[in-house]
């Protein structure tokens, strides 16, 4: 067999002078052939896609993953081409990968190779790694890829590669170990001579291979095939062909020698592609004497004196005979590698990246069901930037909620900082910053992605009356209130005072938006997301409405058919309660003649972080349940399979109490004589507008004369009751 393979090779010249770091065999003068291990380069991209993938979609889980590195023959004398991974390395479908021979066609410069990736989840665990038998798991698919056949038709297996990492997400930094597999030749291939490719070939061979080597680089059917054999003519014609036209070429007496593309730049040792060519040349085609070309360029075009043509000696392992042998293997890396992105990403962005971490961990195991899309873009305004407004906001950005707007008209004073999170001491010098502003510049700081704004706004309220001359500065902040509440997805009322609520409680009830009340007493508290407005008005009753309204009899009876529809919801679903839905009374002035410690918001500190928080929560799970503001109130003792609402129970109200750390869920439905968010209410502002805001601003009595409890408080003080007395002892016998 050995001379049959003489007779089909080209011997070459003499060999050169021996290479300092090769040392002789024992057993024969020649020296054994030394291969230059790869280098391996890992772009910033491929580890960001890495990072994307395991929060978004691997999780916890550790299995292997398909990748594809990339290299290219070397091309410049005094430096080697790395293999190197990129963003694209990894796929979509993290454990699907494409074979080389779908990924050929394209760039000539990213030669593709198959790698296998282990991430772990710990720095424990990717110590622990069995490295020796994860390295003889890769060669002996390798080996398998020989014997089967699989080689020759995609030859970039030969290359196959390693990859082990452990990706710390907290510190973006990443630890990672290299190994490139190549089968143990026993006893090891020696070198027979190796020199410059220009020296071996007369002038008309080399012009032909020069011309053969560029075409087959320039091809996109071939440029990515990094394994091939060259058959010379006797004419000095080269030809180039894939190894998996061996059988119908070997045998027609021409010269012939084995190429790849070698992405090693010394002058006289092969790159490490070389090694697994070799064993696959003797095992596949018990070729033992290899003639080979270390295919190398300048400029985009092959050069034949950076190039090398060598001769080597091959003797097959006696094991390798068996087809299920495990044959040794070396190719590990020195050391492992450890990148830190964190100095080179952009403080916004990486920021972004760990605000969100906790999120994308929540989706690993307990709330995989988590929308991180719907918490990124809902749009939230906060009626009051005091107390409750600072804890919100900031609770709202830990949920990932990045757009907010806040609305306040006061100014930062001395005792706010130590009590509302968002100021310091600087925002109460110079009589104060405006609240709303301090506050949207201090949640930037905290969180650069935050898009937050602020509006100076004071909210006009029932029992203040309006002056003549401020009315239409009045009706300009009712009309901006309006778009405000909008032109957004959820607005929470945090103000310190009941009237406040009134007008965003109907203007809510009018854009059925979502709104969500927290309020505060001393040591207790209250937490409600108000229910969905009523529907719009038919046209029939619209124009009856009209039609009526100089009519008082007519008015009532329409009123009275508003009625029955007050409590439904668009679903004909009684409707969930507002704030004003239990009063008997209209909203009224509550801040005149207060003492000072009525003037302040007087609660025990603990109290408004809680509230905030269970807010936040309460917000977080209508936007998670499928019927939204519709979603039906539900109590603590509610049942609710794990797996249908992994987030838990969603009430109506919350109210807790401090002095007993007790905590209770009500449930309230919408009154039909509701000052706020009643049929009848909403639909006097849809008729009227802003004339019926600043009519019920001026006029206490006005909206209870509207809904009906002006009726209901008169027959409850003209009720006489008869009181049947009994008296026992005059029926008693003496």
Avoid at 479 to 503: K, P
Wanted: hydrophobic residues 40%; proline residues 7%; negative net charge.
């Amino acid at each position: 067999m050995e001379s049959m393979a003489e007779n089909r090779t080209w011997t070459v010249s003499s060999p050169p002078p021996p290479h300092p770091c090769s040392s002789s065999d024992s057993s024969s003068e020649r020296q054994i052939l030394r291969f230059i291990p790869f280098q391996s380069s890992v772009d910033e991209g491929f580890w960001r896609r890495l990072s994307s993938l395991k929060l978004d979609t691997l999780g916890l889980d550790q299995s292997p993953i398909p990748i594809t590195g990339f290299y290219a023959p070397c091309s410049h004398p005094q430096v080697p081409n790395p293999l190197k991974l990129m963003a694209e390395s990894l796929a979509d479908d993290p454990f699907e990968q494409l074979t080389s021979l779908q990924l050929v066609i394209g760039n000539r410069n990213k030669c593709p190779v198959p790698g296998t990736l282990y991430n772990t989840n710990t720095l424990e665990s990717f110590h622990a790694l069995d490295k020796d038998a994860l390295l003889k798991m890769e060669a002996k698919k390798i080996f398998d890829d020989i014997i089967r056949g699989k080689a020759d038709e995609d030859c970039a297996v030969l290359s196959r590669f390693l990859l082990i990492s452990f990706a710390d997400l907290k510190k973006w930094t990443f630890r990672h170990w290299f190994a490139f597999p190549a089968l143990s030749l026993e006893p090891p291939a020696t070198l027979v001579n190796i020199q410059p490719a220009s020296k071996v070939f007369s002038s008309e061979e080399a012009k032909s291979l020069s011309r053969a080597c560029n075409e087959w680089r320039n091809s996109n059917m071939t440029a990515g095939v990094p394994f091939f054999f060259i058959v010379i003519a006797s004419n000095a014609h080269v030809t180039i062909r894939p190894l998996k036209d061996w059988e119908a070429f070997h045998g027609d007496g021409e010269k012939m020698l084995f190429g790849f593309y070698d992405p090693c730049n010394l002058p006289s040792n092969p790159g490490w592609p070389l090694r697994n060519f070799l064993a696959f040349i003797c095992l596949r085609w018990k070729i033992e004497k290899i003639q080979f070309l270390c295919y190398r360029e300048r400029r985009g075009l092959a050069d034949l004196e950076l190039s090398l043509v060598g001769e080597a000696l091959v003797l097959l392992p006696q094991d390798w005979r068996n087809p299920c042998c495990v044959p040794k293997a070396v190719g590990w890396e020195l050391k492992p590698k450890l990148m830190n992105l964190a100095a080179s990403m952009d403080p916004k962005r990486l920021a972004v990246s760990a605000a969100d971490l906790n999120l994308k961990l929540m989706r690993w195991r307990t709330l995989p069901s988590l929308d991180i899309n719907i918490l990124s873009s809902v749009k939230c305004l906060l009626l009051g930037a005091g107390t409750l407004g600072c804890q919100v906001a900031r609770m709202l950005m830990a949920w990932g909620i990045r757009r907010i707007t806040l609305l306040d008209s006061g100014r930062v004073a001395m005792s706010n900082p130590v009590r509302q999170s968002l100021y310091t001491f600087e925002d109460c010098l110079d009589g104060g910053e405006l609240k709303a502003v301090a506050a949207a510049k201090s949640l930037k700081r905290i969180f650069p992605a935050v898009e937050a704004e602020s509006i100076n706004l004071a909210i006009p309220m029932p029992g203040h009356p309006v002056p003549a001359q401020e009315a239409d500065n009045v009706l300009k902040d009712c009309e901006l209130l309006q778009s405000l509440i909008a032109s957004h997805d959820v607005v929470f009322l945090l103000t310190d005072t009941r009237e406040s609520r009134w007008l965003p409680t109907l203007l809510c009830a009018n854009e059925s938006k979502v709104a969500i009340t927290a309020a505060l007493g001393f040591d207790s508290y209250l937490i409600m997301r108000h229910g969905s407005g009523p529907g719009p008005i038919s046209s029939d009753m619209q124009d009856a409405t009209c039609n009526a309204s100089d009519k008082t009899g007519d008015v009532n009876s329409i009123v009275t058919q508003m009625h029955k529809l007050s409590t439904k919801n668009e679903e004909r679903g009684q409707r969930l309660g507002c704030y004003f839905c239990n009063d008997v009374v209209a909203p009224i002035d509550s801040t005149s003649n207060r003492t000072l410690d009525q003037q302040c918001t007087v609660t025990r500190p603990g109290l408004a972080p809680i509230a905030s928080s269970l807010a936040v929560e309460l917000l977080v799970g209508i936007l998670h349940h499928p019927k939204g503001i519709n979603a039906p109130g539900e109590i603590s003792s509610s049942i609710v399979g794990s797996s249908d609402r992994p987030l838990g129970i969603l009430p109506h109200q919350i109210r807790g109490s401090l002095p007993q750390f007790s905590q209770l869920t009500l449930l309230g439905y919408s009154s039909k004589s509701c000052t706020a968010c009643s049929d009848a209410v909403v639909s006097e502002f849809r008729r009227k507008g802003m004339e019926f805001v600043l009519q019920a601003i001026n006029q206490p009595s006005y909206l209870e004369d509207l809904t009906g409890l002006t009726e209901l408080m008169i027959s409850v003080n003209s009720c006489s009751v008869d009181w049947d007395e009994d008296d026992s002892d005059a029926n008693v016998d003496d």
